[in-house]
């Protein structure tokens, strides 16, 4: 995973996004040593979530295998683009895999600094893979946390 889309000056695109991708593989790396699971970042949204004209980027990742099982704490974590760095600004939970209850959420854009998130629900006849109920919700990033609208 690069992060090369982060910056637009051309000639520091190279050494920025290897910052970044260090930024956000750190931060996941240390937030899954805590809960004692493995990370895995699924995907990184970029935009303009804190109108400021910089580009920001929205990273969904899992903490699996907690416990040494098939369990999987899911997260949406901020990462706000301050003078060409990213800066962890907050994260929510998204959610579990592998309990076949409850939602998963996946960021999926930003628009308008709004954060545009799929909200996958479980239905009483669903496998514990598969949630079949989908839907979207809209968050915006509100005195540093992220609140639906």
Request: aromatic share 8%.
């Amino acid at each position: 995973m690069t992060c090369a889309w982060l910056f637009s000056s051309p000639a520091s695109v190279r050494a920025q996004s290897v910052k970044a991708e260090r930024v956000i593989r750190q931060f996941v790396a240390q937030r899954a040593r805590k809960e004692g699971g493995s990370p895995y970042i699924s995907k990184i949204v970029r935009g303009d979530l804190d109108r400021d004209g910089n580009v920001d980027a929205i990273v969904n990742y899992a903490i699996e295998g907690i416990g040494g099982g098939n369990f999987s704490l899911l997260y949406i974590a901020v990462f706000l683009n301050n003078r060409g760095k990213l800066v962890y600004k907050t994260q929510m939970s998204a959610g579990s895999f592998g309990s076949g209850t409850g939602s998963q959420l996946a960021a999926e854009s930003i628009d308008n600094g709004k954060l545009i998130v799929e909200v996958d629900e479980y239905l009483p006849q669903d496998a514990v893979c598969c949630p079949s109920k989908k839907s979207h919700k809209q968050f915006v990033l509100e005195r540093g946390r992220l609140r639906g609208i």
